[in-house]
Each structure stands twice: as C-alpha cells, then as structure tokens.
C-alpha cells in the first residue's frame, strides 16, 4: 500500500484534512471446510493479504463509499441503508454499518476510501475482510464521536459482520471468514470452535515447509447459490439425524463412529454423503492440529489430501479447475499435501511445499496447470498475517 498516493486520492475525492486507517485481512482455511455452519472445528489463519479503509468523519448522517481500482461509488445515509441491500460492492459495507446500528452502535457519517490486495472472488475472503475493516472503522468512529470508551468486542464484530452477510448481502455463510479477519495473529491458524465460538492460537510453524496458496483464477461463480443450497442439504441430514439423536445440536457433534451406525436415516445418497463429508472432516481437524503441534507434517499434508477428496466427491463443491491445480500440486515434488481452500467452486487451493521446492514448484505446477485449463494462475507463498487493527500513519 502506498499511503501517500490513497491519500491524495482520498482528498480529491473528499477535500483536504486529516484521515484515520483501518486494516483487516484475508483468510486462508488450513482445514475444516464447509463444517463453520456445522458447529465443526475449522483451522484458518489470517493473510498479510488485507484490506484497508482511509475514512474521515463527517458532521450529518451521509456514508461515501470509493475504491482505489474501481470508478464505481456508493452513497447512502445512515436512516436509508436497507434500500442498497444486495450483492453490490458496497452493500457489504452499508450492511456492517446497518447491523451495526441494530446491535446498539452509535454511527456517525463517514467518507471511505478502500483499497485491497486480497484477490476478488478467489476463496480468501476479500468480503468478510471489507467487512471486517469496515465495522473496526465504523465502530471506533462512532464510539469515539459519541464520547464513549473505545474497547472493541473484536468477536461481537465479527458476528454483526456474519450478520451483515447473511441479512444485507443475502449469503448464508458461517462465521469462520469474519472470525479470522477480526481476531488473527501473526504466525498463528487459529483452532476455531464453530459451535461455542472458544478458540485457541496454535504456531503455525512448519519449519522447512511453506504454505503456498494457488489462484486458479477460475472465479466463484456458482459459490453463492450452491453454498446455500449445500447449508439447506446439512439442514435436511440433521433433521434426519434428529429422529435418532432428539438433542443433536449440529451434524459436527456426531462422531463418525456413530454416524457410521446410522448412517441409514437419510433420503438419498446425496445427503448422506453431505453429512459424511462434514462428520468426518470435522474428525480430520483435530487429527491436524495433533498433526502440526507435532510437526509431524506428511500427516497433516495426508490430511489435507484427504479433505479435498471428500469435498470432491462427497460434498462435490471443488470443480475442474480447483481439481486440475490440486492433483497437478499433490504429484509435484516437494508437495506433501494440498486441497482447496473456502466455499469452492473456483478460487484458491492451499499446497505445503518444502523450501528449496518452492520455484520449482510454482513453475511446474503453473505450466501443467495452464495446459490442462487455458488459466494463467496465481501463487502467493504466505505466512500468517494479523487481524483487524487501526494503522498509525504519518499524514
Ligand atoms: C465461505 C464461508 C465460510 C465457510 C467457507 C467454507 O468462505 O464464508 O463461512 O463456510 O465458505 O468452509
């Protein structure tokens, strides 16, 4: 980010005077996919990937909405925010500010200038990190406009941000994207329970590995409908459950074990593998984080290989691209694991790749990987970044 350059933008948008700036990063899933709105056990980590808002106050109730790579603005007021609801940049931060202000915050009007490098639509969730940075922002504004002591619930954030997208943006999404974005650490995935929302930061140190994500440039097109469709399949599979089990509170408190005895209850082979997806990649979590405390890594990489099959075949939410980049990777030296990251479709696979393989790696891989599709990918060696925050800049 070059600060000097948003913030003369900044001011040939909105006039001359000082800015404050809010940063909230991307997410990239190590395992535990499509089990958050499961009460499972996920394990992401935040990227240094992120998302960042320059925003000045104003004296009435008007929200200015730009982005440094896009000509299109959004303008709205804080009494009129329901009529922009919607899947349109902006209604992702028009709905923060409206949960926001339903869940108590004082707002005040605000001009935003957003600028990002976490990649659109690719499964490492730019939304729920504009929407992170958006309710950081918004909130410390208004707190502090209204002469009130600024602590932040940074988890309370990210609740009323999953809210925003569920009710404004109209995607049903679990809480993990949010969750990561508000409450990352450096170096540290964080072993989230979907259910009770406890958690705990576990070192992602893997020393002589590298966590490489791959961008198969494919965008997510179906994600939305086939995402709520896939919570409505879970919702069906628990019910079934239920005939058995009256107290079940989520397909993830099942065990395989007792899955595996009755696994009879469903309607059709499709919802049992849904549910056979979910049970056991919940059980997988745990495997993994036993897997890295120990650093015993072909472990955690078989895991990783075993959840993309099941999110293939079971809960069939991968697709030709994400399947061309995750074989291409798995059967590449120096890969001990690899498969897809986010709610599929498109987007990203995350690969663990030895050190000294890495160049190799990215050239052999993206060369299969464009002849097997036409796409030109992306890969991004990263390491775990830090949640939301307020960037002290010079003005
Ligand atoms: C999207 C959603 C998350 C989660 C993942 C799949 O990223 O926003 O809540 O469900 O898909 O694991």
Not at 37 to 63: Q, S, W
Not at 131 to 144: P, S, W
Not at 174 to 181: E, H
């Amino acid at each position: 980010m070059n600060f000097k350059d948003l913030k003369k933008k900044f001011v040939s948008l909105y006039g001359e005077g000082d800015v404050r700036v809010f940063a909230a990063p991307g997410r990239v899933n190590l395992i535990g996919e499509h089990i958050d709105y499961n009460g499972g056990k996920v394990f992401p980590a935040a990227l240094e990937m992120a998302n960042v808002v320059l925003c000045r106050t104003r004296n009435d109730r008007k929200i200015r909405i730009a982005a440094d790579d896009l000509s299109h603005k959004v303008e709205s007021d804080l009494d009129h925010l329901e009529e922009k609801k919607g899947k349109e940049w902006g209604s992702y931060q028009l709905g923060v500010c409206d949960e926001l202000q339903k869940a108590g915050y004082p707002l005040v009007g605000c001009d935003m200038l957003f600028w990002g490098n976490v990649p659109f639509g690719a499964g490492l969730s730019s939304s729920a990190s504009i929407e992170v940075a958006t309710a950081i922002a918004m909130a410390t504004l208004g707190m502090e406009a209204a002469g009130k002591k600024t602590e932040l619930n940074l988890i309370e954030l990210a609740l009323i941000c999953q809210k925003a997208e569920n009710n404004f943006v109209g995607v049903n999404c679990g809480i993990m994207d949010q969750f990561t974005a508000a409450m990352g650490q450096k170096d540290m995935s964080i072993l989230l329970d979907c259910n009770s929302l406890n958690y705990a930061m576990v070192p992602m140190e893997l020393p002589g590995y590298s966590i490489v994500i791959c961008n198969t440039k494919k965008k997510r097109g179906l994600a939305d409908s086939k995402y709520n469709e896939r919570r409505a399949e879970c919702d069906l599979a628990l019910a079934c459950l239920r005939e058995v089990f009256p107290d079940l509170d989520a397909l993830c408190s099942l065990t395989p074990g007792q899955y595996e005895m009755h696994k009879d209850v469903f309607p059709s082979e499709t919802i049992k593998n849904r549910a056979a997806h979910v049970i056991y990649e919940n059980a997988r979590v745990m495997e993994a984080v036993a897997c890295m405390k120990q650093g015993d890594w072909f472990g955690f990489g078989r895991l990783l290989n075993a959840s993309h099959t099941s999110l293939k075949e079971l809960y069939e939410v991968s697709g030709k691209e994400l399947d061309a980049m995750v074989e291409t990777a798995q059967e590449t030296e120096g890969c001990i694991g690899a498969r897809m990251t986010g709610a599929g479709f498109g987007g990203c696979a995350v690969a663990i790749v030895k050190d000294e393989y890495i160049e190799s790696f990215i050239t052999t891989v993206g060369i299969a990987y464009t002849r097997l599709t036409g796409l030109i990918p992306e890969f991004y060696v990263t390491r775990a970044g830090e949640g939301a925050r307020e960037l002290s800049v010079a003005q």
